[in-house]
């Protein structure tokens, strides 16, 4: 069971709806939140159709900012506490886990406007005892190490969002991956980077998902990264059998067929339950090299991508949408 959370800057361009499509295929979460999706509600519907989602909940944006939308794979997972332009707070019931709260929160982007998001998560936190977590743009840091480049955050800002989560009792989430979530003038003098995107939970939410984990997907379409809420991470220990998996994109390599073939002919007498697990076994072996040129493939695409990203001229979309389309296949 996991969370996406995005700010997108915008569901209008099909290179950002190619995106979402990519990094869901790769997570398959549960819960998407998006944030100043920039589109009416039609669109969110449009996208949830094409993401195979049932469950959908939309504020739409206001003149050409803002808008917030939540979306979940499974309808009857979710319902919705209560909504605003800057917040969608769901009851999240499945079967076999304890019931949680999750909340999509668009901190305010004008910092004389920034009280009016710390109140909200004031408000949010009185008006339920469940085990809870919030994830999204919070538009706001919790130290000067959250920011690199330009000008120090305003020290203000700092320590009344620090009041903020101490008076709701949440804890701010460590973060796995690269530091700063949002960025601008990328390889400029002028370049600026700051995690303004994250997730705070409850203590009883810390408790109940130990292994909880908070990871920063890094490469993106817009100027912010998508972050990955996983509340239930297993952790293998001790001495244990890896059971063989057949890759999907192994199809795609000619020497996957040869192997097979080549076990399949050249073993006369033998049970067919025999050579699959002959196969089984030189088709690991051969895998753990092609699995790591995946890795290698889906990190060039990656680099390209986080060059392109925000260019609008024909061909940086063109190299965008090839590179896309080369993660598709290695993921499927």
């Given at each position: 069971?996991?969370?996406?959370?995005?700010?997108?800057?915008?569901?209008?361009?099909?290179w950002?709806?190619?995106?979402?499509k990519?990094?869901v295929?790769q997570?398959?979460?549960?819960f998407?939140f998006l944030c100043?999706?920039?589109?009416?509600?039609d669109?969110?519907e449009?996208i949830r159709n094409?993401l195979?989602?049932?469950?959908?909940?939309?504020?739409e944006?206001?003149?050409?900012?803002?808008?917030?939308?939540f979306?979940w794979?499974n309808?009857?997972?979710?319902s919705?506490r209560s909504?605003?332009?800057?917040?969608i707070?769901?009851d999240?019931?499945?079967?076999?886990?304890?019931?949680?709260?999750?909340?999509?929160?668009?901190g305010?982007?004008d910092r004389?406007?920034?009280?009016?998001?710390w109140?909200?998560i004031?408000?949010?936190?009185?008006?339920?005892s469940?085990?809870?977590?919030?994830?999204?743009d919070m538009?706001?840091?919790l130290?000067q190490?959250?920011k690199?480049?330009g000008?120090?955050?305003p020290?203000?800002?700092?320590?009344?969002?620090?009041?903020?989560l101490?008076d709701?009792?949440?804890?701010?989430?460590?973060?796995?991956g690269?530091p700063?979530t949002w960025e601008?003038?990328h390889d400029?003098d002028?370049?600026v980077e700051?995690?303004l995107?994250?997730?705070?939970a409850?203590?009883s939410?810390?408790?109940?998902?130990?292994e909880a984990?908070?990871t920063n997907?890094?490469?993106t379409?817009?100027?912010?990264?998508?972050?990955l809420?996983e509340p239930?991470?297993?952790i293998?220990?001790?001495t244990?059998?890896k059971?063989?998996r057949?890759?999907n994109?192994?199809?795609?390599?000619?020497?996957?067929?040869?192997?097979?073939?080549d076990i399949?002919n050249?073993?006369?007498g033998?049970s067919?339950?025999?050579?699959?697990?002959?196969?089984?076994?030189n088709?690991?072996?051969?895998?753990?090299?092609?699995?790591?040129?995946?890795?290698d493939?889906?990190?060039?695409?990656k680099k390209?991508?986080?060059i392109v990203?925000?260019?609008?001229?024909?061909?940086?979309?063109?190299?965008y949408?090839?590179?896309?389309?080369?993660?598709?296949?290695i993921?499927v």
């Open positions: 069971m996991s969370t996406i959370s995005w700010n997108c800057r915008g569901l209008g361009t099909p950002a709806v190619q995106f979402l990519e990094i295929l997570k398959k979460p549960n998407i100043e999706i920039l589109c009416k509600k669109k969110v449009s094409l195979g989602f049932e469950g959908m909940v939309t504020v944006s206001q003149g050409h900012s803002g808008g917030v939308a979306l794979r309808k009857e997972e979710a919705l909504l605003s332009k800057n917040h707070d769901l999240i019931t499945i079967q076999g886990w304890q019931r949680f709260r999750l909340t999509g929160l668009y305010e982007p004389a406007k920034h009280k009016e998001t109140q909200l004031r408000n949010l936190s009185t008006t339920s469940l085990p809870w977590v919030l994830i999204g538009n706001n840091v130290s190490t959250d690199k480049g000008r120090m955050y020290s203000w800002l700092i320590q009344g969002f620090k009041e903020v101490e709701c009792n949440l804890v701010d989430m460590e973060l796995i690269y700063y601008r003038g400029t002028d370049w700051i995690r995107d994250r997730a705070v409850s203590t939410f810390l408790q109940q998902f130990q984990k908070l997907m890094e490469v379409t817009s100027d912010h990264c998508p972050l809420l239930m991470v297993t293998k220990s001790g244990f059998t059971r063989f057949f890759e994109a192994w199809l795609r390599e000619p020497m996957c067929k040869s192997i097979v073939e399949w050249n073993s006369t033998k067919w339950q025999e050579k699959i697990i002959a196969c089984s076994n088709l690991a072996v051969w895998g753990k090299e092609i699995t790591g040129s995946f890795r493939r889906i990190q060039n695409c390209v991508i986080k990203r925000g260019r609008r001229d024909e061909a940086s979309i063109k190299l949408q090839e590179e896309c389309t080369k993660l598709s296949e993921y």
